[in-house]
């Protein structure tokens, strides 16, 4: 069975300073990883995708994840945290499940913003 | 514009209260799911459809129903909630049932109270 750990439930950064928000997964296979964003009061928004290819996706709003097979993560960066950027963040893991698509998610980690 | 669209926002009602919440996208997606996010438990999928008369339980099933008699279309069935089920429930939907999954797009989510 595929899943998804997010070992912080909450980060609080300095605006201006980097970020990595760590995400493990378990997958038989290559994965198809995926990374959220929920603002407050919001439904969630497709920030990037992995699904094979260059390891170091791009996402939108200055963000980027980075896979790594050995580690089995796939965690999200970005270089300089904006206050906008405070929201929630869940890492899935999407994969075959009985021929058809499955895609679970993890508990989220909360990113504070202080200024 | 491309969205999925749920109703209603704010629900209260009492335990044993048929209630539906509607999801309608328009971007001609196979595949539509129900979800609800619980603190702690990240979200979690009730039921999913890969195409209109193919539906499947998720993960935690138990207490909920679902149709698809169109494609666009995607309601989440409660026949007798009760307080456990008060939750915060996102559906969303994705180009394609079988094969990759493409990321989800989401619905503003339903917040649910049961009392």
């Known amino acids: 069975a595929q899943s998804v750990t997010q070992p912080d439930i909450h980060i609080t950064v300095s605006e201006g300073a980097s970020l990595e928000l760590r995400c493990n997964y378990s997958y038989g296979a290559t994965p198809y990883l995926f990374w959220y964003v929920q603002s407050p009061g919001q439904g969630l928004q497709l920030l990037l995708k992995?699904?094979?290819?260059?390891?170091l996706v791009q996402g939108i709003k200055g963000f980027e994840a980075e896979f790594k097979r050995s580690q089995s993560s796939f965690n999200l960066r970005k270089p300089s945290v904006h206050w906008s950027d405070a929201a929630e963040y869940f890492c899935a893991v999407g994969g075959y499940s009985g021929g058809y698509q499955k895609v679970t998610f993890g508990t989220g980690t909360k990113l504070q913003v202080i200024p | 514009e491309a969205q999925v669209t749920q109703n209603p926002r704010y629900l209260i009602t009492v335990t044993g209260k048929k209630l539906t919440v509607t999801c309608s996208q328009n971007?001609?997606?196979?595949?539509m799911s129900w979800y609800r996010q619980d603190p702690g438990l990240g979200l979690r999928q009730i039921y999913y459809?890969?195409?209109?008369?193919?539906?499947d339980k998720g993960d935690v099933p138990e207490g909920y129903k679902v149709s698809r008699k169109e494609k666009r279309n995607f309601p989440l069935i409660l026949e007798s909630p009760s307080p456990n089920q008060t939750s915060l429930y996102f559906c969303a939907s994705s180009l394609e049932g079988i094969g990759p999954p493409y990321g989800y797009t989401f619905g503003s989510g339903t917040r649910l109270t049961v009392v």
């Open positions: 992995y699904f094979s290819g260059d390891t």
């Open positions: 459809s890969m195409n209109v008369e193919v539906t």
């Open positions: 971007m001609n997606h196979e595949y």
